[in-house]
């Protein structure tokens, strides 16, 4: 693993380019070794558990339907979740920013007097930056999923959303266990996840408060539903006596009902399986006779630029999100660069959508541009956001005079750039005047031969292009003229 | 907290389009079309545009070719520039004004025509019915030519392998592979042969190949590695885009391979050529 690509945990405030860091990881073959057979493999999985391409588009389609349904009519669900959460007994926070959000959960850690919190993996924690703030204020987070934990060990953040050490192979994660552990080196994952298993089992009963995400928040009977496979979910939402819950505002579904085909979208979308090794649904703090469950549930329903997206029509679908992490598997670009050169926690295509919201254009101007705008990830995702369109309308927000209209994203015209519009105004002039065209196709073809041999950066890659001796329109008409 | 949601506008979440009945064709095959030729094969592959007419007129139809045209607009519009895409897609639009088939010659200028002018247009009702109309009778080449024109192709070429490639517009927006694949198919002696990760981007993707050139740059060095790797002896493809993006790799590299558009090797290979 190259050193250069670590995103240290101490700052992410600052990242370097996105184009820096892209080349970086473009020369590291270890590193694009190992993510194109995770994403081969991947691939292949979905594929098999969706082979029926009729029901794969019906169930997007469904997938589709509910997460709209759902956004249409969200203040309303997400009171109605408060209410219902509240009568089951847990504890509902709101927060607009992830400074709250972690203020929230230090001020319930602080209550308890808590030293170490336990974490089922949640990306909304990653937003928070949870580790670093809380660990700077005495309390320890300790990750408790498997690939989250081995990152931690590593001083890394996750490369994907839901595989967070896919970027590792195995003899990366045996030299880690080896030098962190004192283990003996080896490369059997089993035995490496024996080991892991052992060391944070203890953890388990050590920790204070168990911290977890939420894949769906119920609002008609106030449910929060998690999925996971290594049973840490259950064992971080189960025994510590306090669970705080973090999440999206824009996770929460109707009804129990919606949840069965978005359940099966999302672990089919994202491992092939047709449902996960372990599906808690979470409906309260332990009742007087029951034996055990925490003593006190929180949940934390965090906005962080979410309602920035919100507002839009065509930006909303954002939000459908499940986070299954299919159009990172299938996109080209993510596919050779890994999850670490967005340098943000959301990589990948819906990373480039959703980021613009969570941290503002001026801090990611270049993740919307960072598609060939090939449509995998529309294709794939299972509740059908138009991906590749949104990406479109963000670098169209991008190149917006700063000084246009009223701002209805942060960091809107973040690249615009006077001299690129004055050459699309050229191109423009140039493609409707048949006249102005006619001129500039004639020399083009007449000198063409003298096209220059560098072309800026596409001549890095392939030789420049020569105009043909004749245009297609003096071809054709020439050709079109002679006939009878 | 309802004060989050104080800017959105009511009930504005939209749904995905329901899914796409199969495009039906006309029973009748028309006796006159249209050329829309494309900015790049315009400058760069006009061989491509010549080769398609010849194809079309072997067909027994009266091509057009609008003098006018340009470019349907796509660089901008994918580059976030979309006043600019607008001014020129509406400078196409006025050009094809019988109710004759327009063809193109490349899968992902025929998918903004089909799908994306009612975008750009969305807020012009009249516009619209003229662009839908238009979208309506856009063919992709290889698509008119199998489903329109219902062409039978005699073979008179040498055995000869080939690997076909598509770009990805086309292939989402068009299903230009499959029209590809079975116009080859009707070839007796060409082999098309798979290559590995066919159906994953070149690199292309317009502007991004010159904002992105080190990400396009390991794209398109990994398609022309598995396009050598295929064993075919040609690279085909019905998208100019493409082609420029391969053949230029191909010959920074210094290969033997090299692509060639999918009109002029059917042309040739049905004894079009000399």
Redesign the interface.
């Given at each position: 693993m190259n050193e250069m690509l670590k995103i240290p945990l101490t700052d992410l405030s600052d990242p370097p380019p996105f184009k820096a860091r892209a080349r970086q990881a473009l020369g590291d073959d270890q590193l694009r070794r190992n993510f194109r057979t995770a994403m081969d493999s991947l691939m292949t999985k979905r594929l098999a558990s969706l082979s029926d391409a009729d029901e794969r588009e019906r169930l997007r389609e469904l997938g589709n339907r509910i997460r709209a349904r759902a956004l249409s009519k969200l203040p309303k669900l997400l009171e109605r979740l408060e209410a219902n959460l509240t009568r089951n007994g847990v504890q509902v926070h709101w927060a607009e920013t992830t400074a709250e959000a972690n203020a929230i959960v230090q001020r319930i850690a602080e209550r308890h007097e808590a030293k170490l919190l336990i974490k089922g993996k949640s990306m909304v924690s990653e937003e928070m930056d949870m580790n670093l703030v809380l660990g700077a204020q005495g309390i320890d987070c300790l990750e408790s999923d498997m690939g989250e934990y081995i990152i931690q060990l590593a001083g890394e953040k996750p490369s994907h959303i839901i595989m967070p050490a896919i970027h590792l192979n195995r003899q990366q994660v045996g030299t880690l266990f080896h030098e962190h552990l004192g283990e003996p080196y080896t490369t059997d994952v089993d035995e490496l996840i024996q080991t892991g298993r052992r060391v944070l089992r203890q953890k388990f009963f050590e920790a204070d408060i168990g911290i977890s995400g939420v894949n769906f928040a119920v609002a008609e009977t106030g449910t929060l539903l998690l999925v996971e496979n290594e049973g840490n979910g259950r064992m971080s939402t189960t025994v510590p006596p306090v669970h705080i819950a973090v999440t999206g505002i824009e996770k929460v579904v109707e009804n129990l009902r919606d949840v069965v085909p978005l359940l099966s979208l999302l672990t089919r979308s994202a491992l092939g399986q047709p449902i996960t090794t372990y599906v808690n649904l979470i409906s309260g703090p332990r009742k007087a006779e029951e034996l055990d469950g925490p003593r006190e549930v929180h949940l934390v329903l965090l906005d962080n630029g979410r309602s920035q997206a919100f507002a839009d029509s065509e930006l909303r679908q954002t939000l459908n999100c499940i986070r299954c992490g299919a159009c990172m598997n299938h996109c080209p670009v993510y596919t050779r660069i890994g999850g670490h050169a967005y340098g943000e926690v959301y990589p990948g295509p819906i990373g480039a959508i959703i980021t613009p919201h969570l941290v503002g254009l001026e801090r990611a101007p270049d993740h919307p541009s960072a598609s060939s705008l090939c449509g995998a990830c529309g294709e794939v995702c299972p509740v059908k956001i138009p991906i590749p369109a949104l990406l479109r309308r963000l670098r169209e927000e991008n190149v917006k005079a700063p000084t246009a209209e009223p701002h209805l994203l942060r960091g809107q015209g973040s690249k615009f750039s006077a001299r690129e519009r004055w050459t699309w105004h050229a191109w423009q002039n140039l493609y409707t005047s048949p006249l102005l065209y006619r001129g500039f196709s004639y020399l083009a073809t007449r000198f063409g031969r003298f096209t220059p041999g560098q072309l800026g950066p596409w001549t890095e890659h392939h030789s420049a292009p020569r105009p043909a001796p004749l245009s297609l329109h003096e071809l054709a008409r020439d050709h079109l003229e002679q006939r009878p | 907290?309802?004060e989050?949601?104080h800017?959105?506008?009511p009930?504005?979440?939209?749904?995905?389009p329901?899914?796409a009945a199969p495009r039906s064709y006309p029973q009748e095959k028309p006796t006159q079309v249209y050329?829309f030729?494309t900015?790049v094969?315009?400058?760069?592959?006009?061989?491509a545009?010549?080769d398609s007419?010849r194809l079309l007129?072997r067909e027994g139809l009266r091509?057009?070719?609008p003098?006018?045209q340009?470019?349907c607009?796509q660089?901008?519009?994918?580059?976030?520039?979309?006043e600019?895409a607008r001014?020129?897609a509406?400078?196409q639009l006025a050009l094809f004004a019988e109710p004759w088939p327009v063809v193109v010659p490349s899968g992902s200028c025929a998918g903004m025509l089909r799908h994306h002018y009612a975008?750009l247009f969305a807020d012009e009702p009249e516009t619209l019915r003229l662009v839908q109309n238009l979208a309506e009778r856009t063919y992709e080449l290889a698509e008119f030519l199998l489903h329109v024109c219902r062409v039978d192709y005699q073979d008179h070429g040498a055995p000869t392998k080939v690997a076909l490639h598509t770009s990805?517009?086309a292939r989402?927006?068009m299903q230009t592979h499959l029209h590809g694949r079975a116009l080859l198919g009707q070839l007796e002696a060409v082999e098309r042969v798979d290559h590995d990760h066919e159906s994953?981007?070149c690199?292309?993707?317009?502007t991004?190949?010159?904002?992105?050139?080190?990400?396009?740059?390991?794209?398109?060095?990994?398609k022309t590695r598995a396009l050598q790797d295929s064993g075919a002896a040609q690279v085909l493809t019905a998208d100019c885009g493409c082609l420029?993006?391969i053949n230029?790799?191909l010959?920074?590299q210094r290969a033997a391979l090299r692509g060639e558009h999918l009109a002029s090797f059917l042309w040739r290979r049905i004894g079009g050529a000399a």
């Open positions: - | 907290m309802t989050l949601f800017n959105a506008a009930n504005a979440t939209r749904t995905a329901p899914l050329l030729g900015c094969v315009d400058l760069f592959y006009p061989a545009g010549m007419i007129e091509v057009h070719f003098q006018a340009s470019c607009g660089p901008a519009y994918t580059s976030g520039y979309t600019e001014a020129v509406r400078a975008e990805c517009s989402r927006e994953e981007c690199g292309f993707g317009g991004f190949s010159v904002r992105m050139p080190d990400i396009s740059g390991a794209m398109v060095a990994d420029m993006n230029g790799a010959e920074k």
